[in-house]
C-alpha cells in the first residue's frame, strides 16, 4: 500500500486543522484537573520518602519506607488514568517551567535534610522537611494545575 505524499493539504485545510485543534484545548482547559486527593497522598508519599531517606542509615525501618513509597508513586498514575483523560503538569510545555521548580525545591529539601541530619543527628530535622516537601506538594500541584489550564485556554 503507498501513499501518495505529494498530495498535501490546501493552506485553507491546513488552517481548519490548527484551528480545530486549538478549539480543543481551549474546551478541555476548564476540565484540567487532578483528583482532590492527588496531591495530598503525592506529598504524603514524597515525605515518606524523604523520612526514610533521611533515617536510611541508622533505621533499619527506613529502608521499608523508602520502598512503600516507591511502590505508591508506582500505583498514583494508575490510579489517576481511571475513567479520566489525564495530561501530565510535569511535561507538558505549559507547566513544564513550575514543575522544574518543584522538583528542584524537592531535592533541595530532601538534600538539605540528609545533610543537616548527618551533620547534627536530630530526628526533628527529617520529620521537619517531610512536613515542608508535604506543604510544598499541596501548594505546587495545584499550582501546576492551573498553570496548565491556563496554557490550554491561550493556546492558539
Do not use: C
Not at 481548519?16 to 508519599?45: D, F, M, N
Not at 510535569?90 to 540528609?114: D, E, K, M, N, Q
Amino acid at each position: 500500500m503507498t501513499q501518495d505524499h505529494a498530495a498535501r493539504p490546501s493552506a485553507e485545510e491546513a488552517r481548519q486543522a490548527l484551528e480545530s485543534v486549538s478549539q480543543s484545548k481551549q474546551a478541555l482547559a476548564p476540565h484540567v484537573r487532578s483528583p482532590a486527593w492527588l496531591y495530598p497522598v503525592q506529598g504524603i508519599g514524597m515525605g515518606v520518602f524523604v523520612i526514610g531517606l533521611v533515617f536510611s542509615k541508622d533505621a533499619g525501618w527506613a529502608s521499608a519506607l523508602i520502598a512503600v513509597s516507591g511502590v505508591l508513586f508506582s500505583v498514583l498514575p494508575m490510579l489517576q488514568t481511571r475513567s479520566r483523560l489525564v495530561i501530565d503538569v510535569y511535561t507538558h510545555p505549559g507547566s513544564r517551567g513550575l514543575a522544574w521548580t518543584y522538583v528542584a525545591a524537592f531535592a533541595l529539601i530532601a538534600v538539605a535534610a540528609v545533610v543537616l541530619y548527618m551533620t547534627f543527628k536530630l530526628a526533628w530535622i527529617g520529620y521537619g522537611a517531610a512536613v515542608l516537601v508535604l506543604m510544598l506538594t499541596l501548594v505546587m500541584g495545584p499550582a501546576m494545575d492551573a498553570r496548565l489550564a491556563r496554557a490550554l485556554r491561550n493556546a492558539g
